[in-house]
């Protein structure tokens, strides 16, 4: 009986031992510290815009994505230039990332803020990232067209194309608005 | 201490060990039967537990929980090789030898190893890049006791495997088929035989809240006397839930796989001058219950 009683707490840790570990989140920047590292000289405030119906439509046709959030986290500058801190589905949960829009429409440079993917961590790399300097909404940003593939991450790099291509089609809904 | 205490007892110091020692990220099974596409980075290795519990027969008590530790290492990034170390605690009581009901087999209540076995599996097509995901398994085995009976026995097998994956939802939901055919040959008390397993398997998994999936998997399981198509010994279809819980550092699947239906029914008289049979299902080769749980870290 002693022996059975032994074989089933062993047998209850072996099954809950994974269960009882937790994973620090990967936590990069924080909205601040993002914006001031794509935009360093300037001066912005934070606020959230709500996309209409139509302008929906519209992102997803134009990007091809889906728009999940209709709710807009933007953080704008006097002179026009805007930053984005939007989020895509990773393999296990969201990564969180910004992308920073000039005022003539091109991205100046995305930044991953969260990220808790078991692979990948080479889209946190700034030649990865500076593919996508200078892209506008009439760019295809497709991966392994004209953005790398990172082999071993390819959903994460590839869902992180996609969000960078819907953004730079809610950029041109969004840009004017308050 | 129990015979049944040791592989346990083994099984818990290897789970500690992984765990508490903060080793990084894993590759994952999303299923507990069904394979996806999914491979090891180049470079990365991985060490990988699957514990099977098949339990339930038409007469008498019978149960095996299968171990099986595997290590698995990236070769290239669509090219990942492993090698298994198979081993199975079985208890029978008053249980039929499903090759010849009218004798049962020796009561046991053991722990031992049964063989070894290599995986390779190439990647075709990735799910997230091309229309479809595609890959090709291979897996050679050999075995000196046969896992179902705890019996001595020279088993040689090829595991072939053809993979497809198809994911939705910006891939929420998975859904991957495997087709297997696997080449047995068998040498038991001086005897040799030969036979082909067949197996179709396919399933669902949604991720219905971050790290955390739920789907379902159905698996049918044919074997062929003699590798003759004509000559079908029996099948069995298997249809349950599975759970998946994943993290940047560690993996854990549970699949729950009852048997829903299987043929033959009717297996012969038993030792006892008794019928053995059931009025739904096949349990020669095959259980009432079969429920595995995977997990995984990566070394």
């Known amino acids: ?169 809610t950029y041109e809904n969004v840009k004017t608005k308050s | 201490m129990g015979l049944f205490l040791r592989p346990l007892f083994l099984q818990f110091l290897i789970s500690a060990t992984f765990f508490f020692s903060s080793l990084c990220f894993a590759d994952e099974a999303m299923f507990g039967y069904l394979y996806t596409t999914d491979t090891l980075p180049q470079g990365h290795w991985e060490y990988e537990q699957v514990n099977t519990l098949r339990t339930g027969k038409a007469q008498g008590n019978y149960l095996s929980f299968d171990l099986r530790n595997e290590i698995e290492y990236g070769i290239t990034n669509e090219f990942t090789g492993s090698v298994y170390v198979n081993s199975s605690y079985i208890f029978t009581d008053n249980v039929y030898n499903p090759e010849m009901v009218s004798m049962n087999l020796p009561n046991q209540n053991g722990y031992n190893v049964n ?57 929420l939901l998975i859904t991957s088929a495997n087709i297997m055919a696997e080449p047995e040959w068998e040498f038991e ?55 998946h819980y994943g993290t940047q550092k560690w993996w854990a699947t549970l699949t729950i796989l009852p048997q829903i239906f299987g043929e033959p029914r009717i297996l012969g008289i038993g030792a006892n001058g008794s019928v053995i049979q059931d009025p739904n299902l096949h349990l020669g080769q095959h259980e009432k219950l079969e429920a595995r749980l995977k997990f995984g870290v990566n070394i």
């Open chain 1, 1 to 169: 009986m002693r022996n059975r009683n032994l074989e089933l707490i062993m047998l209850g840790l072996t099954v809950t031992t994974p269960l009882s570990i937790t994973v620090k989140a990967e936590v990069y920047f924080s909205e601040d510290q993002v914006v001031k590292s794509i935009f360093p000289d300037e001066t912005f405030q934070s606020q959230w815009i709500e996309l209409t119906d139509a302008e929906v439509k519209s992102i997803e046709e134009k990007s091809g994505e889906r728009v999940r959030d209709r709710k807009v986290r933007v953080w704008k500058s006097s002179s026009g230039n805007i930053v984005f801190i939007d989020r895509v589905i990773g393999k296990h949960d969201y990564i969180t990332y910004a992308v920073g829009i000039n005022k003539t429409g091109k991205v100046a440079q995305i930044e991953v803020m969260e990220y808790r993917e078991t692979y990948g961590e080479d889209v946190r790399k700034p030649l990865w990232r500076q593919q996508f300097v200078g892209k506008t909404d009439s760019d295809p940003l497709k991966v392994n067209h004209d953005i790398k593939n990172i082999s071993g991450a390819t959903l994460s790099s590839t869902h992180l194309t996609a969000g960078v291509r819907r953004i730079l089609q």
């Open chain 2, 189 to 243: 008390d001086g005897m040799a035989s030969k036979e082909l397993w067949m197996e179709f398997t396919t399933g669902a998994t949604y991720r219905v809240h971050p790290n955390w999936w739920a789907g379902l998997e159905i698996r049918n399981h044919r074997e062929f006397t003699d590798m003759d198509f004509g000559n079908q010994e029996h099948s069995a279809f298997f249809l349950g839930p599975n759970v």
């Open chain 2, 115 to 171: 063989g070894v076995s290599f995986e390779f599996k190439y990647r075709v097509l990735s799910p997230y890049l091309d229309p479809i995901g595609l890959m090709f398994y291979a897996e050679p085995e050999i075995s000196t006791r046969d896992a179902m009976t705890g019996l001595d026995v020279i088993e040689r097998a090829v595991e072939f495997r053809i993979i497809a994956q198809e994911n939705f939802f910006d891939d």
